[in-house]
């Protein structure tokens, strides 16, 4: 991603957190539930992601011996069809990551202020991607 790209997504990200800062419960939603991709960053790193309805947890794929990490409480905004802002804490390593996913384009874009104050942001191409099935209509 050019840096004009980065920078449009630096204004998206800072937009969302603004709106998610004044979002209710209601404005949050719980359809990631069931969720489970793996990803590959532009920089080599490799995950797989698995959300339930309250938590995620990661996997690190491309460092041989790495166990689960998490479950650690997420909150999610959809934003879109197959479209979604999702941000948790990790307040053992005073770590705030923000996720851009769109699931139609099988990619995400992460915003994260990571341990120390560095701040990290990188994309990567969803190369899995399992949904549940939609709840039927009424």
Known sequence: MGRRGWLGFVA???VANVALAGETSK?????????????????????????????????????PGRS???????VAH??????????????????FITVYYDFGQRVMHTSALLEGGVRHFESARIVELKRPAPAPGP
């Open 12 to 14: 998206l990200a800072l």
């Open 27 to 63: 404005d949050l939603t719980k359809e990631l539930a069931g969720t489970e991709l793996t990803y590959h960053y532009e920089g080599g790193r490799r995950y797989q992601v698995r959300f339930t309805a309250d938590a995620i947890s990661w996997l690190r794929l491309d460092v």
């Open 68 to 74: 689960w990490e998490g479950p650690v409480s997420y």
């Open 78 to 95: 959809k934003v879109g069809p197959d479209r979604y802002f999702v941000n948790w804490r990790r307040p053992e390593l005073t770590e």
